[in-house]
């Protein structure tokens, strides 16, 4: 388990804050290296309670809470819930969903604390959001991160509040592949992969070899094509209020978000509550 979730974090385009993807993987390495798991599942464990909204009633009107909190990974284990406390991006489009059937809800306001996840899975949730806000109004309220992947989500929200020393944006793409082909030439080990005659970039990256300028140009492609439709549901959802600025990768404070058009308000959760219940 431990291993494959370490070749998805090098596999894959990234929508998160550099310094929390480094974490996750040392912390994934450490985990294989010591075999933690086998200690971790030495008790027999509770199953994991199935993600839940619960329901503030403010006046007439019933506001569903849903949280988005911790690194966002679509098809997450229950062991990455565990530890790292993963979200998965299809569970949470399911629960905004069922939070938009349910006749005593009125409004719907994200709870958000992410540094962002995996790429993939990311677009089909902000699309949730933006498809659900035409039904009933989605507030976002940021506190602590909501950056890169979170932010691509939030961004679909009708508003979004953030408390004072939240982080917001990182606006960008990435993929880090580690190429060890030096260290297999230094321990004298050669890596010869056999492929199908026109699979040009058939396991461009695989450990032990270096990527072509060909490989290294389609996934630059790739990285790029990504954060094209990342700004673009920005800006759709956001109109002209977003600085370009704000697409430079950095993530803000909550003032300088303000002012870059990437959020609507500096506010508490109640504050957001108060609007998710009043929004028509």
Known sequence: MITAALN????????????THTQYLE?????????IRSFFFTEELPPLEPLAYNLTHLGQRTVANISIQGPIIRKAEDWEKRWYGVVDPEEVGALIENAANDTKVHSILLHIDSPGGTAIGTPELAAIVDQVDQIKPIIGHVNGLCCSA????????????????SQIGC????????DWSKAYEQAGLKRE???????THK??????????????AKLQAQVDEITRDFTAAITTARGDTVSRAAFDGFSYTAAESLNLGLIDAIGT???ALTLASKEE
């Not at 912390?27 to 075999?35: F, I, Y």
């Not at 979170?150 to 020393?165: G, P």
């Not at 606006?171 to 580690?178: D, E, I, K, Q, R």
């Open 8 to 19: 998805k974090l090098n596999s894959e385009p990234w929508l998160i804050r550099q310094e």
């Open 27 to 35: 912390s994934l390495r450490l985990s294989a290296e010591k075999d």
């Open 150 to 165: 979170a932010y691509y989500i939030a961004s679909q929200c009708r508003h979004i509040v953030a408390t004072q020393s």
């Open 171 to 178: 606006v960008g793409t990435y993929m880090a592949l580690l």
């Open 193 to 199: 992969v056999i492929k199908n005659t026109d699979g």
């Open 203 to 216: 396991a461009a990256g695989i450990q032990g070899t270096s990527l072509t300028d060909e490989q290294r």
């Open 269 to 271: 959760a109640v504050q």
